[in-house]
């Protein structure tokens, strides 16, 4: 993320903002695959506008990279994800973006629900595994990450860890847990968790976290927190961690890494994904763009960067410290967890929300 914070609640507003504003969906249809194929000489000098809400260090030596091999320029907006999304639904066909870049898929649902978004170049498609991108061709996955649990090393978390992430709502685990259910990371575990117990249960699982757990604003404040002492474990990405890690040493850091089976709702595999906005007013550009993410080149920007998230595209190696993503989980289909809607008006409805 670019920020310390990312507010889960501006995903709510983004929820209800693309009920309300119903006129700024576009009836056009995709933008012209022809367009892909304009030389380089064509667009070179061209600017296209990213909003991201990825890592912003990584997404910055992407850009880079792309206007040294292209000649395309790019001006960046980076910022929470939610708010960016939000506010190319207030843009409309007025906005500036021509590329959404997001960390997670129910962002990108919602501006492809509304008719925001144009179909990606169909070579694009195919450079990544099918199921890590859009059903609908609008948005290609661009890397993966998965969900884990960190421990403070040596207490109980550690050396018992839970063997599902639903075992965190039992009375064992109180006082001695934390959480950041306001990231936007948190909302997809609980689809994942609706998907596989339904509504009542996933109610009296939030019911039990909130019960048991100690609320943190951020994955990063949380994972200091549990390298502290200060609370046992919690649910994060994996990458804080291992940018965590990074940034106290092998001597600071005192958290572990554990993984929940394979199949378990908190194994979550999720992927960030980048789209054409339907009006954009450098389609080829952007098209362009989307290519270039999807190949090798920007691929190994990824790997080698200190963001610490998987690439899709085959033949490029993530991280050697890295487990294999097959041997933990599988990518979660984007179609099921939808806008996220539901999994925010659950939060909020066990005061996890505001």
Not at 35 to 52: D, E, N, R
Not at 177 to 187: H, M, Q, V
Not at 212 to 222: C, M, P
Not at 284 to 309: C, K, N, R
Request: glycine share 12%; aromatic share 6%.
């Amino acid at each position: 993320m670019p920020g310390t914070v990312r507010p889960l609640a501006a995903l709510s507003l983004l929820a209800a903002c693309a009920l309300a504003l119903t006129g700024c969906g576009s009836s056009g249809g995709s933008a012209d695959s022809a367009s892909t194929a304009a030389s380089g000489a064509a667009l070179a000098g061209q600017t296209i506008t990213v909003y991201s809400g990825q890592h912003e260090q990584t997404v910055k030596a992407l850009t880079e990279d792309f206007t040294k091999r292209t000649g395309i320029k790019v001006e960046l907006r980076s910022g929470d994800e939610a708010e960016l999304a939000n506010q190319i639904l207030q843009e409309g066909d007025a906005s500036p973006a021509d590329v959404f870049y997001a960390e997670n898929p129910p962002a990108l649902t919602v501006l492809g629900d509304k008719g925001l978004l144009a179909k990606v170049a169909p070579d694009t498609l195919k450079s990544v595994p099918a199921a890590d991108s859009s059903g609908k061709g609008d948005w290609v996955g661009i890397s993966a990450r998965t969900s884990a649990f960190l421990a403070a090393t040596g207490k109980g978390a550690d050396t018992a860890p839970p063997a599902s992430v639903l075992d965190l709502a039992k009375p064992e685990w109180k006082g001695r847990l934390g959480i950041a259910p306001s990231e936007t990371d948190f909302a997809p575990v609980v689809t994942q968790v609706l998907k596989a117990k339904g509504e009542d249960a996933t109610k009296q699982w939030l019911k039990g976290l909130k019960d048991n757990a100690k609320v943190y604003d951020s994955n990063e404040t949380l994972s200091a927190a549990i390298n502290s002492g200060e609370v046992e474990g919690g649910v994060i990405d994996h990458y804080y961690f291992y940018r965590m890690r990074d940034e106290k040493g092998a001597a600071g850091t005192h958290a572990t890494l554990h993984y929940f089976p394979k199949g378990d709702p908190g194994s979550l595999v999720d992927v960030s994904g980048a789209a054409v906005l339907q009006h954009g007013k450098h389609q080829a550009a952007a098209q362009a763009f989307l290519g270039y993410l999807a190949s090798a080149p920007a691929q190994t920007v990824i790997a080698d960067s200190a963001s610490y998230e998987y690439p899709l595209v085959t033949g490029v190696q993530g991280k050697p410290e890295l487990p294999a993503l097959d041997t933990i989980g599988t990518v979660a289909d984007p179609a099921q967890l939808g806008d996220g809607k539901q999994a925010l008006g659950l939060l909020q409805d066990a005061g996890l929300l505001q």
